[in-house]
């Protein structure tokens, strides 16, 4: 596919992205699936020459009764409510978050392609790609902190109306960058995918 094959600006591209690569990325790696997630859309954005890099981040997601986080500190996670859920359990080998961070015209876009993972009782996260407009610093891959919100909807009510509800995201950029340079035969396995994705953003 040539690179020109759409000639609209970063932002439309990333936008066209968003709304097709997150029920593909689910079939090929499943819902956790950061790393594999963040390389996939690096690897899309690249044929429409939008240039990305991944970036480790922590995460926290907070509602106004339940919150989430992955890749916390000791520090940090002792100035959390007990009610948070931890979502990079002891067990997981690598306790982090995987995003994307792409160049736009006057600024850059933070890409969290596996933003669902999120889990927070109650709230009903649909599989989606979130995306940010951050502020214009250099080096392009450095994140440093970026705080957004989120409007989600949550199951239907009794009464039959879904209620609107606000999350708080705070994403921190972290020193541990273990995925951050995939080998050549993870890159060839990630082909089929980023194919996919790729057919379909043109069809829209």
Request: charged share 25%; net charge negative.
């Amino acid at each position: 596919m040539p690179k020109d094959a759409l000639t609209e600006d970063p932002q439309t591209i990333i936008s066209r992205y968003a709304a097709v690569a997150r029920p593909i990325l689910i079939d090929f790696y499943g819902v956790k699936s950061c790393v594999e997630s963040t390389r996939i859309t690096i690897g899309c954005l690249k044929r429409f020459g939008v240039k990305a890099a991944a970036v480790p981040v922590s995460l926290r997601a907070k509602s106004a009764e339940a919150g989430w986080f992955c890749g916390l500190t000791e520090e940090e996670l002792k100035q959390l409510p007990v009610k948070f859920i931890d979502g990079c359990p002891p067990a997981q080998a690598w306790r982090g978050h995987h995003v994307a961070m792409a160049e736009g015209k006057c600024c850059r876009y933070l890409i969290d392609a596996s933003f669902d993972q999120v889990r927070l009782d109650g709230i009903l996260i649909p599989p989606m790609v979130l995306f940010f407009e951050a502020a214009a610093e250099s080096p392009s891959t450095r994140l440093g902190t970026f705080e957004g919100f989120l409007y989600v909807e949550l199951p239907l009510s009794q009464e039959g109306a879904a209620i609107a509800e606000v999350l708080e995201l705070a994403y921190k950029e972290i020193a541990d960058r273990s995925f951050g340079d995939p080998s050549e035969g993870e890159i060839d396995a990630l082909q089929p995918a980023i194919d996919l994705i790729c057919e379909r953003m043109m069809d829209l």
